[in-house]
């Protein structure tokens, strides 16, 4: 069933925990049994946003990571998945849940991580937002327009996607480097005319009378309303060194098996009030903000088609625009032994890295 909220889809109703395999992870995962772990205490990294903590947050606050042999689990908070993975190769964290950039930028340097989960799809977190009145219905109604998008992120690779999807003449576009506070500034004075950005930069925007044309997942374009297109695959995902990978393969299907449990409690509708409850009262954020800005992301832990496929379009990305210079294989970072300890049908593709 769908409900919809305003532009938005209810991502954590309409959406699959997993790709192909939800019903393995609409019931909780079993307990650990008498096997022994090798650490029973983990320092996790995580983001501000949902999709780099939601799922950590929630096994926190709600015992899964106890439930799973885990007695000391804490969360450290980054301002950017850099900081995350500079913290995790310095030894400062045990795991890293950044988005795919960082990870594939370090893994080209030769700094040997692994990824062994997705922690959440962003979906429609990412959005494309014109100013209040300015009118924009079709595609080449952006001709003339100045966009503000951080270059270098997430939101200038799904503004490049737009102009590539839309067969747009990029020449006719004007985008301006900005931050998003001096975007949604910029937006105020009229400065510009419109912004590609993430969570919860998006929500202020529409609050101050923005309107979103398109987000990572659907246009609300006139001409092709709620049509379901893809330009943007960020995904929060979980990652460590090989060493500790190697040292710790029974930790790591403990973590695992306790981020699971809270990604089938996310997925039900009717859990969402407690997930927003506990999630804002954590970060310290509006709820009334992210009743809204919650149901933009995703849950998703597998390892499939939909993951590797994700990793590689921000992997042309950086390669493209040369933040990136040598090519990694994706499969060869992958690690899908938690996973497989839940159930073999979690990983579906090659997932090549063995301790």
């Not at 409900?3 to 991502?11: E, H, L, N, V, Y």
């Not at 997993?18 to 049994?33: D, I, M, Y």
């Not at 937006?187 to 950005?197: F, G, P, Y």
């Amino acid at each position: 069933m769908t409900i919809k909220q305003g532009p938005f889809a209810s991502t954590l109703s309409r959406r699959v925990v997993l790709q192909g395999a939800a019903a393995l992870l609409v019931l909780p995962t079993a307990a650990r049994g008498q096997e022994k772990l090798e650490k029973t205490s983990l320092t996790i990294g995580i983001g501000p946003d949902f999709g780099t903590s939601g799922s950590a947050v929630i096994a926190l606050e709600k015992g899964y990571f106890k439930e799973q042999g885990l007695e000391q689990v804490e969360l450290k908070t980054f301002s950017a998945g850099l900081q995350q993975v500079e913290a995790l190769v310095a030894g400062g964290l045990d795991v890293a849940m950044p988005t795919q950039a960082p990870v594939l930028t370090a893994r080209s340097n030769g700094i040997p991580l692994v990824l062994f989960a997705s922690v959440a799809a962003y979906n429609d977190s990412l959005a494309l937002v014109v100013r209040e009145g300015k009118v924009v219905e079709k595609p080449t109604d952006l001709y003339g327009l100045k966009i503000g998008v951080l270059k270098g992120s997430g939101a200038e690779m799904m503004v490049n996607a737009i102009i590539k999807h839309y067969g747009l003449d990029a020449s006719k576009i004007e985008t301006v480097s900005l931050a998003p506070p001096e975007q949604l500034s910029g937006l105020s004075t009229a400065a510009i005319d419109a912004i590609c950005v993430w969570q919860p930069w998006v929500f202020e925007a529409t609050r101050a009378g923005g309107k979103i044309v398109h987000t990572g997942t659907t246009s609300f374009l006139e001409t092709n309303k709620e049509e379901k297109v893809a330009v943007d695959w960020t995904r929060g995902l979980c990652c460590a060194h090989e060493r500790f990978v190697r040292a710790n393969p029974k930790t790591l299907e403990a973590m695992v098996r306790a981020l699971a449990d809270a990604q089938a409690f996310i997925a039900k509708p009717e859990n969402f009030a407690e997930v927003n409850t506990i999630f804002s009262g954590y970060q310290n954020q509006s709820p009334d903000m992210n009743a809204v800005v919650i149901k933009t992301f995703g849950p998703s832990i597998a390892l499939d088609e939909r993951f590797v496929n994700d990793i590689e379009e921000v992997q042309n990305f950086l390669l493209e625009s040369n933040r990136m210079k040598r090519k990694v294989d994706v499969e060869g970072m992958l690690f899908g032994g938690p996973l497989r300890s839940i159930d073999p049908q979690l990983v579906s593709v090659n997932a090549k890295w063995e301790p």
